[in-house]
């Protein structure tokens, strides 16, 4: 299984999608607008032509934003037409199934594709849950069945899954990523697993965002702008639960637990299975974490008050990723006209306990998975301050901090003076292990890991599939190579020794990657 290049369909191959949904609709205008000639199939009377006639309105609102011509629209739409029956895909080098996820309807509908295509024929289907082995297994040809799996929008959305089941034969995979290809996606190979690559992948982003909200580490809101403004992502886990719908979110992170035998890595949250009771399903029943509808407001993010601008600060570390980090901050500062003193760690101290700043008495680290009052201790400093991780510190409008239970008013307080001075918004939320972003992506990253130890996808399909499926500003892996591998592991060493629990145990492949990172081997990308 490899992202290679291979000899897609020919632009003149007939296409048949069955079933004219949204995604099923969205897959025939792609494959039209690649040059396909394209039939759509739906058993509900009238539901294809309807389809087709939106399809065209498309085209058209193309043509007037420029972004089409109306020669390759007239020309598109001409290719598209209505199947009256199964029977009239015959001829088809492709189907795509874009049906109930059922896996029952979608056995009996391949057996009937079976005993009409040619053995040429391509079958695929789109579903986003159900096993493709299962799926073929009752297939007399079971190797020409492959997933390809869409995202919705299916126009607007990149990615696409080439999900190979036991039985898939390479080259009809091959073939099918090389189609996807042609027609302007960005495909990746997967193997038929629980959660396929993003649906798997995704869920520590919303898992640990709803464990650090029933911790009360700070509110909905807050979580949501910290992602945003200093991770970097599009959207916070709780407004994109919202949007998914809770109904929808929940039953996905149940099916890939109850798939993996109970993997306590995917446990679903009780605090949205109670979302789902009360039917707060998010934007679609008008709430969820928000309010939605007419008199709506958006509750604001926590921002801490203005403190005073501190008038000393200096820099202490060792080699390694919080020197990575060091630096970031450091050209912060002075671009905010602080004069940075250096200074070395104390004779003995190891690179992880050398602290990272210094603000008028406090000790200000990043995080490394333990808590600000557990690293308090440890170092025998009270005034102990740590912030979070952010995409890029140069251009993050926001940071989270946390303080030791022993901290300090004055210390903290300093701290929060010099983050502003550095141009950051400041949000304090309560000492937890983790905070927010590292801890949410470290656990990406873990998950990440653990795919391409097992086969599932190569590291490049595992960042390609979050970017372009989820839009996640830099994928896992390559979030792990830019902050060092050494950093995700030892804050998800500190999350399982302060949780206790299997959830956070560390992917062997992050391991082996930590052993052999003096040298390019340790990294998941050149």
């Not at 629209?73 to 199947?83: E, F, K």
């Not at 679903?268 to 008199?295: C, H, I, T, W």
């Not at 940071?399 to 903290?412: G, H, N």
């Not at 399982?496 to 956070?504: I, K």
Request: contains cysteine.
């Amino acid at each position: 299984m490899t992202d290679t290049i291979h000899a897609g369909l020919p632009a003149q191959s007939l296409v048949a999608v069955i079933g004219a949904g949204a995604m099923g609709a969205g897959i025939a205008q792609t494959a039209a607008s690649a040059g396909h000639p394209v039939l759509l199939f739906d058993t509900r009377e009238g539901a294809a032509a309807r389809a087709i006639a939106d399809i065209v309105k498309v085209y058209a609102k193309l043509v007037d934003k420029g972004r089409m011509t109306a020669a390759a629209a007239a020309a598109a739409g001409a290719r598209l037409g209505v199947a009256a029956s199964l029977a009239d895909g015959a001829a088809c080098a492709l189907v795509v199934e874009a049906i109930v996820e059922n896996l029952a309807v979608k056995r009996t509908l391949f057996a009937d594709l079976e005993a009409l295509v040619g053995d040429d024929c391509i079958l695929a289907t789109n579903t986003s849950s159900i096993s493709v082995t299962a799926i073929g297994a009752t297939l007399r040809r079971p190797e020409r069945l492959v997933g390809m799996h869409f995202f919705n929008p299916v126009p607007l959305m990149a990615l696409v899954e080439v999900i190979s089941g036991l039985a898939t034969g390479p080259a009809v995979a091959d073939t099918v990523y090389a189609t996807a290809l042609a027609w302007g996606k960005s495909p990746v190979h997967a193997k038929s697993t629980p959660g396929f690559i993003v649906n798997r992948v995704a869920r520590p982003f919303y898992a640990e965002a709803l464990r650090l909200l029933s911790e009360q580490a700070v509110d909905a809101a807050t979580i949501d702008a910290i992602m945003r403004e200093a991770g970097g992502f599009r959207m916070g886990p709780f407004e994109l639960m919202d949007l998914i719908g809770h109904d929808v979110n929940f039953s996905v992170t149940q099916s890939v637990h109850q798939a993996y035998f109970g993997d306590p890595r995917f446990t679903p949250s009780v605090l949205q299975q109670e979302m789902v009771n009360a039917g707060f399903l998010g934007r679609k029943s008008g709430r969820g974490f928000y309010r939605y509808g007419d008199g709506a407001s958006v509750p604001a993010a926590h921002t801490e008050a203005p403190q005073p601008r501190p008038t000393t600060v200096s820099v202490s570390s060792e080699a390694g990723v919080v020197h990575v980090v060091v630096a970031q901050m450091e050209a912060r500062l002075r671009a905010a006209d602080f004069q940075v003193e250096h200074r070395k760690p104390l004779p003995g101290a190891a690179a992880h306990e050398a602290p990272a700043f210094h603000c008028h008495g406090a000790a200000v680290f990043l995080t490394d998975g333990r808590t600000a009052t557990e690293r308090a201790s440890a170092n025998h400093h009270p005034d102990t301050v740590l912030f979070d991780l952010a995409l890029d510190y140069a251009k993050a409008g926001r940071i989270c901090l946390a303080r030791a239970d022993q901290c300090s008013d004055a210390a903290y307080d300093a701290v929060v003076g010099l983050m502003q001075a550095a141009g950051f918004a400041v949000s304090r939320i309560d000492d937890v292990a983790g905070m927010v972003v590292m801890r949410i992506v470290a656990m990406l990253a873990n998950e990440a890991a653990d795919a391409v130890n097992t086969g599932v996808c190569s590291a490049a399909a595992v960042d390609i599939a979050m970017q372009k499926g989820v839009n996640y500003p830099r994928g896992p892996l390559a979030w792990t190579d830019a902050i060092g591998v050494a950093q995700v592991v030892t804050v998800l060493a500190n999350l399982a020794a302060s949780y206790g629990e299997d959830r956070y145990r560390v992917a062997p492949l992050l391991r082996r990657k930590l052993a052999a990172a003096s040298g390019a081997a340790g990294r998941f990308h050149d």
